[in-house]
């Protein structure tokens, strides 16, 4: 009766581990961007030229998919050298102890919504985040590949996470906005 339960149990986790699919980020087609109010008056825009993402599903809507991203913080681009190599000092990222901003979580969908639920981490600080995300749908490219797409968008507050340096303008506004937009244009490939 053992070998059955065990041989049972056996062909449940390989049926289980069957029905997940894995997902790459295709780079070329994302963007994972930023901004930040500047003055009290305007917005910053940036973004991270080296990101990674993994992404695990067992349902084709992504429902419960787990995903893995991380970005690599000396690749910060504002369009502003003297700006971004500021960005990577210990003022603000410290990209030479701190070299990723990591995530790790799931895709969670309540009716048509989905969120982006999990463990943002930046400067070494961890904090459990939730993020809107719009799935745009899958669909096959002319070169025989499936592709989903997702926009998704979130805040945080850089204090929260040691992005401390700060200044205040004469008439006492911030110089550097605390809340952090974070928009993120993705564009997923199945894998194998």
């Not at 695990?56 to 429902?63: A, I, N, R, V, Y």
């Not at 096959?140 to 204090?159: C, E, L, Y």
Request: charged share 30%; glycine share 10%.
């Amino acid at each position: 009766m053992k070998k059955v339960s065990l041989l049972s149990a056996l062909v449940l986790v390989a049926g289980m581990s069957f029905g997940q699919t894995k997902w790459g980020i295709d780079a070329a087609h994302s963007n994972i961007g930023f901004t930040v109010s500047h003055m009290v008056i305007s917005e910053t825009e940036g973004n991270f030229k080296e990101f990674d993402a993994t992404v695990t599903s067992s349902k084709e809507d992504f429902d419960g998919a787990e995903v893995v991203f991380t970005a690599k913080v000396a690749s910060i681009d504002t369009d502003n050298e003297k700006r971004d190599e500021h960005l990577k000092g210990e003022d603000f990222f410290n990209a030479e102890k701190y070299p990723e901003i990591k995530f790790d979580g799931k895709i969670k969908k309540s009716g048509s919504k989905y969120q982006l639920v999990g463990d943002f981490t930046m400067r070494g600080v961890t904090k459990k985040v939730t993020f809107d995300v719009k799935y745009n749908g899958t669909v096959k490219d002319p070169w025989g590949n499936i592709k989903s797409g997702f926009k998704i968008n979130g805040t945080v507050n850089r204090q929260e996470y040691g992005l401390k340096w700060g200044a205040l303008t004469e008439a006492g506004g911030a110089v550097v906005g605390d809340e952090v937009n974070i928009i993120c244009n993705v564009e997923l490939q199945k894998k194998g």
